[in-house]
T-cell receptor
């Protein structure tokens, strides 16, 4: 069964550095998302992306964050000037159809900021 | 403010028991409600519910949505240790298909 793949599985970075989290969505999907889950808290929406542009972003998704689909397969989340509070599990998800298909999630990248 | 509330927060049962997990919501521009199972990593899709009163079934799992009372339940019959996980309820909201998650129910099934 097709799946969403994320790399790396774990990223450890010094505060202030930039990180890029990578995702390969399911190949025929058109809608892409990033969520994060701080340890012990709810999964939170960050951003949705369709047709090479952001559809919606949350209050969390400020100028520190950006997303890109650099080619036909990858979907990346860049976090600049990382802070301690950026430590979380970051999930990528994709769905094929706007309203009729569920979002499928990758295994996540655990980001640890030191 | 949009809200998805799950209960109980955690539950311990024995193999063979039947469990019912609850999810209530207050979300503007509701489109659908999804249930996911989260073990160590990715939330794994279980059900998508769009219409009231239509039960979705998959093996020992079933779920139903009540759009008038704004809640859904997930039933698991004849539980097994492999059912131990966090069960997440999420509501699809509005124009951009954003998911709003509840806190999850941690289910532990003891042998």
């Amino acid at each position: 069964e097709p799946e969403v793949t994320q790399t790396p599985s774990h990223q450890v970075t010094q505060m202030g550095q930039e990180v890029i989290l990578r995702c390969v969505p399911i190949s025929n999907h058109l809608y892409f998302y990033w969520y994060r889950q701080i340890l012990g808290q709810k999964v939170e929406f960050l951003v949705s992306f369709y047709n090479n542009e952001i559809s919606e972003k949350s209050e969390i998704f400020d100028d520190q964050f950006s997303v890109e689909r650099p080619d036909g397969s990858n979907f990346t989340l860049k976090i600049r000037s990382t802070k301690l509070e950026d430590s979380a599990m970051y999930f990528c998800a994709s769905s094929g159809d706007y309203s009729n298909q569920p979002q499928h999630f990758g295994d996540g990248t655990r980001l640890s900021i030191l | 403010e949009d809200k998805v509330v799950q209960s109980p927060l955690s539950l311990v049962v024995h193999e063979g028991d039947t469990v019912t997990l609850n999810c209530s919501y207050e979300v503007t521009n509701f489109r659908s409600l999804l249930w996911y199972k989260q073990e160590k990593k990715a939330p794994t899709f279980l059900f998508m519910l769009t219409s009231s009163g239509i039960e979705k079934k998959s093996g020992r799992l079933s779920s139903i949505l009540d759009k008038k009372e704004l809640f859904s339940i997930l039933n698991i019959t004849a539980t097994q240790t492999g059912d131990s996980a966090v069960y997440l309820c999420a509501v699809v909201r509005g124009a951009t298909n954003k998911l709003i998650f509840g806190t999850g129910t941690l289910l532990a099934v003891q042998p």
